[in-house]
């Protein structure tokens, strides 16, 4: 990733595993939310498969994205 302290964490797709017989949903990108920092990579998967890019990165709320540290340091522990 282009930004230092950008530990991903918990990635997800941007469709869920049950649309696979809805024609008008796919699994074109992967949501990958940072451990380190409020980021939060968009990755382009259907484009070029072979090839994902950086789509968009956008920033969480501090409040949200410290409740989302806590939450997997207690899970982790």
Do not use: Q
Not at 22 to 50: F, G, N
Request: hydrophobic residues 35%; contains cysteine; charged residues 20%.
């Amino acid at each position: 990733m282009p930004h230092v302290n950008d530990e991903l964490h918990h990635s997800g797709w941007n469709a869920c595993s049950s649309c696979y017989t809805d024609a008008s949903k796919s699994r074109s990108r992967l949501i990958l939310p940072c451990l380190e920092s409020s980021r939060v990579y968009v990755i382009d998967t259907a484009t070029d498969p072979r090839k994902p890019r950086i789509d968009k990165v956008g920033r969480l709320p501090f409040t949200i994205s410290l409740i989302a540290h806590s939450l997997v340091t207690l899970v982790g522990s």
